[in-house]
């Protein structure tokens, strides 16, 4: 264990998570929606906003570009005014690069507002690849030239401007997506994205840039049809919830016998996630406020999952799911199509008393990108085994909101280190904590 005293959680377990908390915007769309205020000079203000270190990553880097930034996260609102961007320092773009991917997403808004952009390096949770080939495919074929070989990172100018393209990925890439949104709808001409990625978050993002003057339509085969316009203005617009946290408190709900309402949870982005929690046994009640979560009493039911693209079971869903299937009465099966080294958290859970087993063959039926490949990245649960708190070493945000739940789930004390890497997607996770009843310090 390290030595950083403020980074470690003690927790007492063994005890339900019983109360009521409420959920802000979702991080994987609010970050992205800062980003978007580049576009246009002005000012643009982003509302129900989580308390997350991401947006003040995104802030900080939104500053070195000579954007004027004010987070209230009191109130949950961002005030961006982009109307005077500038280069930023390639020292002081660097210092943060370790901190978030979303840099490479400034590529086609720095490019449209000065002719020129600079990445760094990229940082992340260690979950499995997340090469940013697509993004820079997606910029060379709107007509950007990239350089490589920049000594300080990547190099991104476009001498004759962005121009519209045909482009098909691959994959459903959730940040390709993003970027080529983002490139396209300055850039001259129509673009037409094929194989997009249509999750709840990019079509809020779809509406950002609609509210500033952007022409983006949509078809039910994946493809973005993006009409090019001259310029954009600022917006306002209100974050829809974060279905990750509140799927990640639901789990909690029923890892720990315990009844959470969720305010600000809403029902139509998490329809998969719901049908799989009253699989499992789960009980919720959707309202208009929020959604309330609880274990009914009884045993749990064993459930085979595999994680897909939007609208299937999201893969951050999964892990925080994964503690409570340790206590389903049977063999539960989850099958990872999307990342390909997610279930490194399970190691934790064994040794706090759990039946885990990993498998490199596709337990399941969805096409996978990883069969024939040297992956573990199926998982067989066998349940009901009581767990046993321990010292545990957060390994990224959603593993790391996993391990919580189970030391909150386990019998006796556990030491959670590393917990810094939690507050990236849980706002005020500990308030939110002390709010259910749980034994921490």
Sequence with gaps: MAENTNDVLHVEGGKPLNGTIKVRGAKNFVSKAMVAALLAPGKSVLKNVPEIRD????????????????????????????????????ADVDTLSG???????????????????????????????????????TLRKLGATVDKEHKDGIHITAPDGLHGAKIHLPYPSVGATEQTLLAAVLAEGKTELSGAAIEPEIMDLVAVLQKMGAIISVDVDRTFRIEGVK??????????????????????????????????????????????????????????????FWHPGGDLHPVAIETDVHPGFMTDWQQPLVVALTQANGLSIVHETVYENRFGFTKPLVQMGATIQLYRECLGSLPCRFQQRNYKHSAVIFGPTPLTGRDIDVPDLRGGFSHLIAALAAKGPSNVQGISLIDRGYADFRGKLEALGADFD
């Excluded at 570009?65 to 390639?90: E, N, P, R, Y």
């Excluded at 997403?105 to 760094?120: D, N, Q, T, W, Y």
């Excluded at 998969?272 to 959604?291: A, H, P, S």
Aim: overall charge negative.
């Design 55 to 90: 947006v003040h990553v995104v802030s900080d880097l939104l500053r070195l570009h000579g954007v004027d930034v004010d987070v209230d996260g009191a109130k949950g609102v961002v005030t961006i005014d982009a109307s005077h961007v500038q280069l930023a320092d390639v």
């Design 99 to 137: 901190s978030s991917r979303i840099p490479i997403l400034f590529s086609g808004p720095l490019v449209h507002r000065l002719g020129e952009a600079f990445i760094p390096a990229l940082g992340g949770c260690a979950i499995g690849g997340r090469p940013i080939d697509f993004h820079l495919e």
């Design 231 to 292: 310029e954009l203005k600022g917006f306002t617009h209100t974050s829809l919830t974060d279905r990750i946290e509140a799927a990640s408190w639901a789990s909690a709900a029923l890892a720990t016998h315990g009844d959470i309402f969720v305010k600000g949870a809403t029902q139509p982005e998490m329809m998969t996630f719901l049908n799989v929690f009253r699989k499992v046994g789960g009980e919720f009640d959707v309202t208009d406020k929020g959604i309330r």
